[in-house]
């Protein structure tokens, strides 16, 4: 491989740093504590009209052990099914050539514009960045993607990327960069949605190639399973010629009635909803209704190497619901941005630092450290990873692979800030105060020491020094 | 270099050198409940989709004063006695265009299977519900389920269903949650979703 894995996104400062950062944004906060406390609630009235969630839990857990036990198996299987079906399998072992892959087939149409629907994993790989430069323009369609796309902006959550926009935002965001944006726009949700339709309607129309993900594929029908709330993503999976699915290679379940489990698990823990509006499931080409071509990329970018892990593999049971963000007290304060990568909040700690599978990469093993151990997750957590286990590990792991460096121990230091809400209050004050004193989050004029060195020319905030003085402050 | 395929399942199968044990399943969740018509009419309702009960001889009528005057796209194999006077009928054969689609004022359809539990309505291309797209680009749906395709949980709906086919499940109008993390109706799906149930 060699090159570098875009889960996590390039010059991203480490956790603590980040995180401070995000600490002083405090517009940041309300919106996340407003939409994250509203979903909670929701979300666990959702699961305790359900007497068997234990039940369904376990066996969410058992039926991802037992893919990942006989991977190999399952794939093979999926890709006969697929195939027997009209469609057309890829493997992919890194994000490079995933996107190639996906590249040469839009170009193979003769199509230079693609919609597509959410997905995480293409977001993994930065396959829009990765057409842009082959000239080909990637069309996001789910909101709040469109939002993130519209704003210039990153995704911050894995179900709802623009969390951390709230309404009037947006309607700002829609004002400045639709060209068709309707007049006088409020910023009432259902005035929003409807900008949105109109503004994609024709696209959809005229789309001759879509990009999807797969949220299940079944290994012995050879079906992908997609659920949305929109219609967006029907529409993607049903106008276009030809559709192109990128999926990890952990999507699996073995057979159709497996899904029962999983149907019933993720639109609890996600939106909180009995179920989503729209689930799509198709396998290979049907004629005469929808796509007449068919791709499946198989995707491994880091999954092998975290299969290889007894207790990290755990993280890829994980079905990208999003409840332990919803819930993680870390994730709520920070904003998923300070994780520096598409995968943020507890799963993201976890998730990240394994596909990127690099202990030199400083950022990405500041994860395990972004968490005070308190366990929502797990709890939260539709197919029981253990999500403070495997925390603890890559932290070891973590250390173990680069000694008591400086930034092992500024790492230890935000573990312990984030393991107090006392200690995490003080933080959170200081970080307002280094607002206070820094414009667009430079800093103009330091008191004290830094003083002579500042009034000759602006100066970034100074990650580590003023980490350590936290530190000092903190633990002195 | 091997190509991609050999390599990733050679770095699968090293990755599980200590193969893990074979793992049991357990399937003590509920596969079946007690799921009747006024629970699943219930549910339907609590996405904010119009439900309507009648029995099979006020079906007609029930059609005519919901569809009367307006151009309704309908799958080729609709029930005839479905194609009620005062509607103005797309049928879809030969097929519809988009733009056809696009610019019509609904669509009326059968479905294959129910969920009383989830309050939602599964399409799979069959009899009375044609291709994925007429129920996608219309604004309005109106589906009729008979009070025999409703199951009570989803692994009873998953069982009568036949996985190969191009299946559609439908909860509800088409929504968001994107804004806000709150639910709203109407995006780029049918915005307005109506169920008649058919007591047998
Ligand atoms: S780790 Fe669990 S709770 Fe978090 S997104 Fe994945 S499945 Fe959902």
């Known amino acids: 491989m060699g090159t570098r894995n875009p889960v996590t996104w390039l010059g991203s400062p480490k956790f603590p740093d980040a995180a401070r950062t995000a600490l002083a944004n405090t517009q940041l906060r309300s919106n996340l504590r407003k939409a994250t406390g509203t979903i909670r609630g929701r979300r666990a009235a959702a699961v305790d009209e359900m007497p068997d969630w234990e039940d369904l839990r376990l066996a969410g857990e058992a039926l991802?052990?037992?893919?990942?036990?006989?991977?190999?198996?399952?794939?093979?299987?999926?890709?006969?099914?697929?195939?027997?079906?009209?469609?057309v399998v890829h493997w992919a072992r890194d994000a490079a050539e995933a996107n190639e892959i996906v590249l040469r087939l839009v170009r193979e149409t003769g199509s230079d514009e693609v919609v597509k629907v959410k997905s995480m994993a293409t977001a993994e790989i930065g396959l829009n960045e990765a057409l842009e430069a082959g000239g080909v323009t990637a069309i996001e369609t789910d909101l709040a993607e469109l939002i993130v796309q519209l704003g210039n902006d990153r995704p911050s959550h894995i179900l709802v990327p623009a969390i951390h926009r709230n309404r009037s935002e947006i309607r700002e965001i829609f004002r400045r960069e639709m060209p068709d944006v309707?007049?006088?726009?409020?910023?009432?949700?259902?005035?929003?949605?409807?900008?949105?339709?109109?503004?994609?309607?024709?696209?959809?129309?005229?789309?001759?190639?879509?990009?999807?993900?797969?949220?299940?594929?079944?290994?012995?029908?050879?079906?992908?399973?997609?659920?949305?709330?929109?219609?967006?993503?029907?529409?993607?999976?049903?106008?276009?010629?030809?559709?192109?699915?990128?999926?990890?290679?952990?999507?699996?379940?073995?057979?159709w009635s497996d899904l029962e489990v999983f149907l019933q698990l993720l639109p609890r823990s996600s939106t909180a909803e009995r179920m989503n509006p729209y689930t799509s499931v198709w396998t290979g080409v049907t004629p005469g209704d929808g796509p007449q071509a068919f791709h499946l990329v198989l995707l491994d970018n880091g999954r092998t190497s975290t299969l290889a892990d007894e207790v990290g593999r755990q993280a890829l049971r994980c079905i990208r619901c999003s409840a332990c963000l919803n819930v993680c007290p870390v994730y709520e304060r920070t904003g998923g941005e300070s994780?520096?990568?598409?995968?943020?909040?507890?799963?993201?700690?976890?998730?990240?630092?394994?596909?990127?599978?690099?202990?030199?990469?400083?950022?990405?093993?500041?994860?395990?450290?972004?968490?005070?151990?308190?366990?929502?997750?797990?709890?939260?957590?539709?197919?029981?990873?253990?999500?403070?286990?495997?925390?603890?590990?890559?932290?070891?792991?973590?250390?173990?692979?680069?000694?008591?460096?400086?930034?092992?121990?500024?790492?230890?230091?935000?573990?312990?800030?984030?393991?107090?809400?006392?200690?995490?209050?003080?933080?959170?004050?200081?970080?307002?105060?280094?607002?206070?004193?820094?414009?667009?989050?430079?800093?103009?004029?330091?008191?004290?020491?830094?003083?002579?060195?500042?009034?000759?020319?602006?100066?970034?905030?100074?990650?580590?020094?003023?980490?350590?003085?936290?530190?000092?402050?903190?633990?002195? | 270099m091997a190509d991609a395929r050999t390599e990733v399942l050679a770095r699968i199968r090293k990755a599980l050198g200590d193969r893990p044990s074979p793992v049991v399943v357990p399937r003590e969740y509920h596969r079946t409940g007690p799921g009747s018509l006024d629970l699943f009419a219930e549910r339907v309702a609590d996405y904010r989709a119009t439900v309507h009960q009648v029995a099979p001889d006020g079906l007609v009528d029930l059609i005519t004063s919901l569809l009367a005057g307006r151009r309704i796209v309908a799958p080729a194999d609709l029930p005839p006695d479905w194609l009620v006077d005062q509607v103005t009928w797309l049928t879809d054969s030969p097929p519809l265009t988009v733009e056809d689609l696009d610019g019509s004022d609904g669509v009326l359809t059968g479905c294959a299977v129910a969920i009383a539990d989830t309050g939602t309505i599964v399409l799979d291309a069959g009899v009375a519900q044609g291709r994925r797209v007429l129920t996608l680009l219309p604004d309005y749906h109106l589906c009729v389920v008979r009070a025999s395709q409703v199951a009570a949980t989803v692994p009873e709906a998953l069982a009568r269903?036949?996985?190969?086919?191009?299946?559609?499940?439908?909860?509800?109008?088409?929504?968001?949650?994107?804004?806000?993390?709150?639910?709203?109706?109407?995006v780029h799906g049918p915005r307005t979703l109506e169920v008649v149930i058919l007591r047998d």
């Not at chain 1, 309607?201 to 949220?215: D, E, Y």
């Not at chain 1, 933080?427 to 206070?436: C, E, G």
């Open chain 2, 161 to 186: 269903l036949d996985a190969v086919r191009p299946l559609t499940f439908i909860s509800g109008p088409s929504a968001t949650s994107d804004i806000e993390l709150s639910r709203v109706e109407g």
């Open chain 1, 64 to 87: 991802k052990d037992e893919v990942l036990a006989n991977l190999d198996v399952y794939l093979e299987r999926l890709e006969k099914s697929v195939t027997e079906r009209g469609g």
């Open chain 1, 339 to 476: 994780y520096g990568s598409v995968y943020p909040g507890p799963i993201g700690a976890i998730l990240t630092p394994q596909l990127v599978d690099d202990p030199h990469d400083k950022q990405a093993a500041s994860l395990p450290f972004a968490s005070s151990l308190c366990g929502a997750c797990y709890e939260v957590c539709p197919v029981r990873i253990n999500i403070p286990e495997v925390l603890t590990h890559l932290r070891a792991r973590s250390v173990t692979a680069r000694g008591r460096s400086p930034e092992s121990i500024a790492m230890a230091a935000a573990a312990w800030v984030f393991s107090s809400p006392s200690r995490y209050e003080r933080a959170q004050k200081l970080a307002t105060f280094a607002k206070l004193i820094s414009r667009n989050g430079r800093i103009t004029r330091l008191p004290g020491p830094g003083a002579a060195w500042t009034s000759s020319r602006d100066a970034p905030v100074p990650a580590k020094q003023s980490f350590r003085a936290w530190w000092k402050e903190n633990r002195g």
């Open chain 1, 182 to 255: 309707p007049e006088g726009l409020t910023d009432e949700p259902r005035d929003l949605a409807e900008a949105a339709r109109a503004h994609l309607r024709r696209k959809f129309l005229s789309a001759k190639v879509a990009v999807s993900g797969a949220n299940f594929a079944v290994a012995d029908t050879g079906s992908i399973v997609v659920l949305e709330s929109e219609g967006n993503g029907r529409m993607c999976l049903t106008l276009p010629e030809t559709l192109i699915t990128v999926m990890g290679i952990e999507k699996l379940v073995p057979t």
